[in-house]
């Protein structure tokens, strides 16, 4: 009896110690993965201060505000955009406004008509 409790305990805290490794590897993957996110948002940042003008970035700021998704894709584009070599220069604001204007969805217009018993 005494020689089963003393087998239990061993297994227990070798359990226990596959647990805290297990636990110690994936805090670490989860960081290595914060870091690689932190990394490429920064090389984002970089090439979206080189392709837009100061205005352009801050009317993205703005717009991130309401509408984040739809901002991450219309800098992935841009990105994507310049990485191909397909622009001529830094986007202005007036230039950044069209692009949106096309690459935002339409608004379905809801009418609401009233019926009179």
Known sequence: MVEDDSELELIRKKRLQELEMQQELSQEQAEAQEQKLREFEEQKKQILRQILTIEARERLARIRLTKPE??????????????????????????????????????????????NK
């Open 70 to 115: 739809f901002v991450a894709s219309v800098e992935q584009q841009l990105i994507m955009l310049a990485q191909s070599g397909q622009l001529n220069g830094p986007i202005s604001d007036q230039m950044l406004q069209q692009i949106l204007r096309k690459l935002m969805p339409k608004r379905k217009e809801i009418k609401i008509t009233r019926i």
